[in-house]
């Protein structure tokens, strides 16, 4: 069942824009991860953030998590062509190990 | 890179063919994954081994056969797919089972013919 769900499903910015991802879960969660995608390739971890944690920074990343309104956030600012890519949130399952990855935001940069 | 690697990249197949697709993770991890990922539907986990041992088969039709012969090596053998099978297919990898950063491979894209 799907846990994790992004929003908006695609996003057009211009270079030097910031860009906002959000993602909504249904349970409880351990942690919170953000992974990127580019076309037709393997994710690439970005960053996890724990059920205890609010914000976590990593360079121009930024995440957020509110357990209460069970939602995450990935601020990306001053995004580059080379931010161009889909964008998932994943939590944890209802069986250890399994993380559960929404459908994603499909970001795109113009130059 | 991720130190996760799979080949081949690219694979066609006929619906009577048997292949093999491969993923090997130089990192040391005790924990391989198979996902499917399809067009407009979020990535479906096949497969979890942790320790060589299959700790998850998420209702995979069982013309997906995974094989764990050692903690760095995972393949999934295809026999008698069909056309809808055809995706990318990625492996992935973390330092044990749990809710622990996964580090994946390029994927392979299938093709079923």
């Known amino acids: 069942s799907q846990q994790g769900e992004e929003d908006p499903q695609a996003l057009s910015i211009q270079e030097g824009e910031n860009a906002t991802m959000n993602c909504s879960y249904k349970?409880?969660?351990?942690?919170l991860q953000w992974y990127r995608q580019n076309s037709g390739r393997g994710l690439v971890h970005l960053i996890l953030i724990r059920s205890n944690e609010r914000e976590k920074h990593s360079g121009r990343l930024r995440v957020t998590l509110d357990t209460s309104k069970k939602s995450s956030s990935l601020l990306i600012t001053a995004s580059r062509a080379a931010d161009t890519a889909s964008y998932f949130c994943a939590t944890a399952g209802s069986i250890e190990g399994n993380l559960i990855f929404g459908k994603g935001t499909k970001l795109s940069v113009k130059p | 890179e991720t130190g996760v690697t799979q080949t081949p990249r690219h694979l066609v197949m006929g619906m009577t063919n048997k292949k093999s697709l491969k993923c090997e993770q130089h990192?040391?991890?005790?924990?391989m994954y198979w996902y499917k990922q399809s067009a407009k539907k979020p990535l479906e986990l096949m497969f979890v081994y942790s320790l060589e041992e299959r700790v998850e088969n998420n209702s995979v039709p069982s013309r997906f056969s995974p094989e764990c012969p050692n903690s760095s090596h995972l393949f999934l053998h295809l026999h008698t797919l069909q056309p809808e099978d055809s995706a990318l297919y990625l492996c992935?990898?973390?330092?044990?089972?749990?809710?622990?950063?996964?580090?994946f491979g390029p994927g392979t894209r299938l093709l079923v013919l």
């Open positions: 992935a990898s973390s330092q044990n089972r749990g809710w622990e950063t996964q580090y």
């Open positions: 990192l040391g991890h005790n924990a």
């Open positions: 349970t409880s969660i351990n942690n």
